[in-house]
């Protein structure tokens, strides 16, 4: 629950530009009206509610109102999501929508959620939810979703452990079976491979992505044979180099995060190159890793994914990044950009009227395809089966050159 005062101050005293703060409940949420004096008695405004951890209980300010002291990770984050939300709202109202935006501080905590969306009236009147960012809370949003059948956007968690026949929680970001589905099926459109090598520790959570990988890498049509090689700590090179061929590519898949493993796994992989031709398949989460060699991984020409496309040289986010800065001084970032992408489609959606199972242009997004796409956990595909969810089921595959990633789509 956030006032208008408090966004105010969080935003370091940027101006609320193109809205009206048309009214807000004290301490409950902050409320923007945007598009004011273009509905018409045949269109309705679009109400959506913003459900984020800015966490201001542990916020301190001066006597004259600035922040004093460090704010939260989960507070930036927030923020920067928040900028970039309300940025796309800018452009929407622009286009003539009528938006009604309730923002809300979730506070980080699963029973705020519940007070906000079993106990406030104005939750029942909405189009459509943004958030929460945390699983714990996502539990009792699909609650709610399910009983009133309110969209519920999971702007980063993609667990769907707790969801089922819930064809209104929709992930904003694809979940990590859709990822190595995708790695899978590149490797397989490009090399064709008879065999495949997969490394991993003997941790629970390595297996976990390792079966992920297999279910995959079973469904290419090259179904290629697959050597499982794992240790608690690391592979030798000797074993390793059973497995490999001189003259032909060898793909070798790295089900695991844990940098470590993954440093000596590379550095040992980086000494065979010279000798085999490797071609390594690392996960998403690779992306962020601080400790792994851009330089090392383009000898190894390793491949991984991304929920967003990398190229923000386009006209269109040179744009949006200079309305961007002329509006908070500072230039987008990942959470910004997921803000601005989250709130254009899924608030488009809804002034369309569209199904959900609808592909939108990569102009319509910053650096992000969007297709939604209904996913049935019994495996069954059938327009007369209730969705446990929706997904948006785009992957972009990048690969290490030159000690950078690219596109290779």
């Known amino acids: 629950m956030i006032s208008a005062l408090n966004l105010r101050q969080l935003l370091n005293g940027n101006k609320h530009n193109g809205y009206v703060i048309n009214c807000f409940v004290a301490i409950a949420c902050a409320i923007i009206l945007l598009g004011v004096g273009q509905t018409t008695a045949a269109e309705k405004p679009i109400r959506v509610a913003f459900l984020l951890p800015f966490n201001t209980q542990s916020i301190k300010y001066d006597t004259l109102g600035n922040i004093t002291g460090n704010v939260t990770t989960n507070t930036q984050m927030a923020l920067n999501y928040y900028k970039g939300a ?55 949003a699909n609650r709610f979703s399910q009983r009133f059948h309110i969209p519920v956007v999971s702007p980063y968690v993609t667990s769907t452990s707790f969801v089922s026949k819930s064809p209104e929680y929709i992930l904003s970001k694809p979940t990590l079976a859709t990822h190595c589905k995708a790695l899978s099926d590149y490797i397989d459109s490009i090399y064709k491979p008879s065999r495949v090598i997969i490394l991993l520790s003997e941790s629970q959570q390595d297996k976990n992505y390792y079966a992920l990988f297999e279910n995959a890498l079973k469904q290419t049509n090259s179904k290629p044979s697959l050597y499982k090689l794992s240790d608690s700590s690391t592979i030798s090179q000797d074993k390793i180099e059973l497995y490999l061929v ?43 890793s601080q400790p792994l060699k851009g330089s090392q991984l383009s000898k190894l020409h390793c491949i991984i994914s991304h929920y967003a496309d990398l190229d923000k040289n386009t006209a269109y986010f040179n744009h949006v990044n200079k309305a961007f800065i002329d509006k908070y001084a500072l230039a987008l970032n990942e959470f ?47 327009t007369s089966t209730t969705a446990d969810y929706m997904e948006n089921t785009y992957v972009n595959i990048l690969q290490y050159r030159d000690g950078r990633l690219e596109d290779v789509r």
């Open 86 to 140: 309300m940025l796309a709202l800018d452009s929407l109202s622009n286009s003539g929508l009528t938006i009604i935006t309730r923002i809300y501080d979730t506070k980080s905590d699963s029973n705020v959620v519940h007070e906000l969306l079993f106990n406030n009236a104005e939750m029942l009147n909405t189009d459509i939810i943004i958030g929460p960012f945390f699983m714990d809370e996502l539990r009792v």
């Open 246 to 288: 001189p003259g032909s590519s060898n793909i070798i898949f790295i089900s695991s995060t844990n940098e470590t493993f993954i440093s000596k796994l590379t550095a040992r992989l980086e000494t065979m190159s010279t000798q085999y031709q490797i071609v390594l398949v690392g996960m998403p989460q690779w992306r962020e």
């Open 336 to 382: 910004s950009i997921d803000g601005y992408n989250d709130t254009f489609y899924f608030i488009s959606n809804q002034a369309d009227d569209s199904d959900w199972n609808l592909n939108r242009k990569p102009k319509d997004a910053l650096c992000k395809q969007i297709i939604i796409k209904p996913r049935y956990k019994s495996n069954a595909n059938s």
